[in-house]
Nanobody, 135 residues
Framework: QVRIQESGGGQVQAGGGLRISCAHSGDADSNSCVGWFRQAPGKEREGVAAIYTGSTRTYYADAVKGRFTISQDTVNNAVYLQMDSLKPEDAAMYYC????????????????????????????WGQGTQVTVSS
């Protein structure tokens, strides 16, 4: 069983920054992908960033590369998303989600992808935290 709780959402002006937090407990504590997804009204849920908790491997959507940073606190079982240079199109409900624990298959000579930004890979979801960006 995995419990997930997001916090830290709010309203910020365009160009500003905001950090949102995800507290997770249970099976996601190690060797899981913990990711951030967002959904704006009338749009599909999209992956933003993910981290494999058994390492420091991180993954980002192209739309946020260079502006958002995902990080983890393994002592407190938390994952953070630092969002800088926010744009009005970043406004959405942000969800934290986690996969069940797994060990990726590493093949010599091939790049190992630990986490995909695909909602269907993530079994456990929080209730979301709202981020509003005013122009």
């Amino acid at each position: 069983q995995v419990r997930i709780q997001e916090s830290g959402g709010g309203q910020v002006q365009a160009g500003g920054g905001l950090r949102i937090s995800c507290a997770h407990s249970g099976d996601a504590d190690s060797n899981s992908c913990v990711g951030w997804f967002r959904q704006a009204p009338g749009k599909e849920r999209e992956g933003v960033a993910a981290i494999y908790t058994g390492s420091t491997r991180t993954y980002y959507a192209d739309a946020v590369k260079g502006r958002f940073t995902i990080s983890q606190d393994t002592v407190n079982n938390a994952v953070y998303l630092q969002m800088d240079s926010l744009k009005p199109e970043d406004a959405a409900m942000y969800y934290c989600a986690a996969t069940p624990p797994f060990l990726p298959v590493v093949r010599p000579g091939h790049t190992t992808i630990y986490c995909r930004l695909a909602p269907e890979d993530f079994h456990y979801w929080g209730q979301g935290t709202q981020v509003t960006v005013s122009s």
